[in-house]
């Protein structure tokens, strides 16, 4: 927190985001790395995803400034942490988790929010449910034809990442 609040002081960070000298972190949320290679093989989104830390809103009066990282280790411990100011992320994760709630999918069980990313390629939350419920992926990034901005259950966005990835590797794979 001393960090950001010190940045917070700078003149062109703090035209840009106000003071940030009162500054609040929301509850973390946990982070993955989709393993594409692991998904094309197995189709199972559970076994390819890494663990990779875990991401801490940053609100000032209120509203997402910055985003803390804490990177896991191999033993899923915080190793590491960066401050992300400004940037799309923050925003984007207020706004689905302001939406989230409101849509019908949302309110049929009790799940745990995670952030997906994938090399780049996509961001997304996942909505993981209890064993034998329905998971959900909050696209907050497109990938073809996944909306941002949309509910998909899992099984369509394994469907399609399995899909474009078999297209990128006839192409010559991942660059």
Known sequence: MAQLQSVGTQPRYAAQFGNLTNVKLSPPLAAYNVLMNELT????LDSAVQLTGYEYPVLSAGQPVAEAIVAANSSRR???VRLSIGGSTPADL???FQLLPTLDQAHTGSYEARYL?????FRAIWLKSAPGGSDYIYMLSPVSPLATGKLYPVADFVTTMIHNSQ????QGGFN
């Not at 093989?41 to 199972?44: A, V, W």
């Not at 990313?117 to 390629?121: C, F, H």
């Not at 297209?167 to 006839?170: M, S, W």
């Open 41 to 44: 093989n197995t189709g199972d």
């Open 78 to 80: 915080g190793s590491a």
């Open 94 to 96: 207020a706004k689905a």
């Open 117 to 121: 990313s994938g090399g780049g390629l």
């Open 167 to 170: 297209i990128q590797q006839a």
